[in-house]
């Protein structure tokens, strides 16, 4: 098999992919800014680079699943999307607990809550276990 280059189809890519994983870098160059650009008015910037990330690497994982009939960017679209929706319900369960226990850690920051908690001990006000020494 020749060494694919960057004329090669993105099908191409993928079944060379298997002999040289180095070939999926092509794919890599050729579509995660168009991706990136997508994901980023999703989700923002930050995790934009990490479902981009993700989206590639389940990508090249699964590389023999993908039917090279079909369209690649297709193909790699439909994997951020999944993890984009993975990412909402994600959320959505890390706010639904947030309601049941009261707690919003973006109004109550973590140092606020261990200051609390140690004025508290200090006080006596919450009981603590003995120590051992």
């Not at 990136?36 to 989206?55: M, P, Q, W």
Request: proline share 5%; glycine share 6%; aromatic share 10%.
């Amino acid at each position: 098999m020749s060494r694919p280059t960057e004329r090669s189809g993105d099908a191409e890519l993928v079944a060379a992919s298997s002999e040289d994983p180095e070939a999926f870098g092509e794919l890599f160059h050729r579509h995660a800014p168009r991706l990136h650009a997508y994901i980023k008015r999703r989700l923002g910037r930050t995790l934009a680079d990490d479902i981009v990330a993700e989206a590639f690497a389940t990508a090249f994982r699964q590389r023999g699943r993908f039917d090279g009939r079909s369209e690649f960017a297709a193909w790699l679209w439909g994997i951020a999307s999944n993890l984009i929706a993975k990412h909402h319900r994600q959320e959505t369960r890390m706010y639904r607990a947030f309601a049941r226990t009261g707690v919003d850690p973006a109004e109550d920051g973590i140092a606020e809550l261990v200051s609390d908690r140690m004025t508290a001990a200090a006080q006596g006000l919450i009981w603590r276990r003995p120590s051992p020494h």
